[in-house]
């Protein structure tokens, strides 16, 4: 299936239950759509949410409503059924707002341009804390739920690992020399991999950040913009020649292209909730949804505890190794902070009924 969106997109969601897909735009416009196998894709609502960009998306509560941010500084709440502004706050960081990233069902990370997490609770509609730990844009962020720790790439060439039990910046990485783009965690929790600006995947291992272990330079000679994590020893890369590709990881192979979006860069990728379809957007302003069982077919998984390289790191579980003296400024941890939609002609809170 393909939705010509008119526009550059810079993200998209799928609906944690529904067939629904959001993506954010150029112009700042959010769009909404509903999908089902063998139909055309129909358009649900088209709002303006940002006076620029809309470069992140994100479903929250359950589903109930999208959050968006931009680099105006914003982040806005949009009602999923009636497609109403909920709420914003005009100043949510102090620099563009570029990822977005649900750690639980109330709660959401922000990361922007000047290298500032910060940690949301949707429920309490507050900053939890906030993280000052990079030096350039956010590119990705994911999150290990077992131990409660934020991972984040960045454009400076650093991977950092925030606690948010502690509220601490555990550990930082050493710079690579190249832009880190995108980032999942595999191996069980084992293994954090990092695409790049020159088309290497870089693998560290869990509770050893300082230096990467591994390297995987045969993927692409482009840039790895988006990993979407298959299961524990697979990836979907997204690159910027359009090609989308099923990799192996430790050992790490390429075990085939699966789709080729086009000819332009592949900005990201999205599973739908039952993982029936792959979503990709490019620069070529087409939203694709993938089958994934006619993509995938004829691939085989990578078999599962064989890899020596595998077993050399099995001592590595749950350990928290490096650390890091932490440059954060934490805003009220017990989730009484600064309100997220604060009062006030700059944070207005706004219910439209």
């Known amino acids: ?40 894709p129909q358009r649900v609502f088209e709002v303006s949410a940002h006076k620029e960009s809309c470069r992140a998306v994100r479903f ?18 949009t009602d999923v059924e009636t497609g109403t502004q909920v709420a914003r706050v005009d100043d949510a960081h102090g620099a563009a707002v570029n990822r977005l990233v649900n750690l639980t069902e109330t709660t959401i990370a922000s990361g922007d341009d000047d290298g500032c997490v910060k940690v949301w609770d949707t429920r309490q509609r507050s900053c939890c804390n906030t993280f000052s730990v990079h030096e350039e844009y956010i590119s990705d962020m994911t999150f290990a739920a077992d131990s409660h720790k934020l991972v984040a790439a960045s454009g400076d060439g650093t991977l950092s690992v925030c606690n948010l039990r502690s509220n601490k910046v555990q550990t930082r990485s050493e710079f690579s020399e190249d832009e880190l783009l995108s980032v999942v965690i595999m191996k069980n929790g ?39 994590k298959l299961d524990e020893e697979r990836v979907i890369t ?52 993938w089958d994934l069982d006619e993509i995938l077919q004829g691939s085989k998984s990578t078999a599962k505890n064989s890899s020596a390289a595998d077993d050399s790191d099995s001592d590595e579980m749950d350990m928290d190794v490096d650390t890091l003296a932490p440059n954060i400024s934490n805003i009220n941890p017990s989730f009484f902070g600064e309100m997220f939609f604060p009062p006030g002609p700059k944070g207005s809170c706004e219910t439209i009924s």
């Open 238 to 289: 997204a690159s910027e020649n359009g090609v989308i590709s099923l990799v192996g990881i430790l050992p790490n192979k390429i075990i085939q292209p699966i789709a080729e979006h086009s000819e332009y860069p592949v900005e990201r990728l999205a599973f739908s909730h039952e993982k029936k379809f792959l979503g990709s957007i490019s620069h070529d302003n087409i939203l694709k949804l």
């Open 190 to 228: 084992r293994k954090v991999i990092c695409g790049t600006q020159t088309g290497a995947l870089l693998l560290y291992s869990w509770g050893f950040f300082k230096d990467c272990s591994d390297r995987f330079i045969d993927l692409c000679p482009n840039s790895v913009d988006a990993l979407l």
């Open 60 to 77: 929250i509560n359950g589903g109930g409503a999208i959050l968006t941010g931009s680099p105006d500084f914003s982040l806005l709440a």
């Open 1 to 40: 299936m393909e939705i010509d969106l008119k526009k550059l997109p810079f993200d998209l969601d799928f609906h944690p239950s529904n067939q629904l897909v959001s993506v954010g735009l150029i112009t700042g416009d959010l769009q909404l759509y509903r999908y089902a196998a063998d139909s055309t």
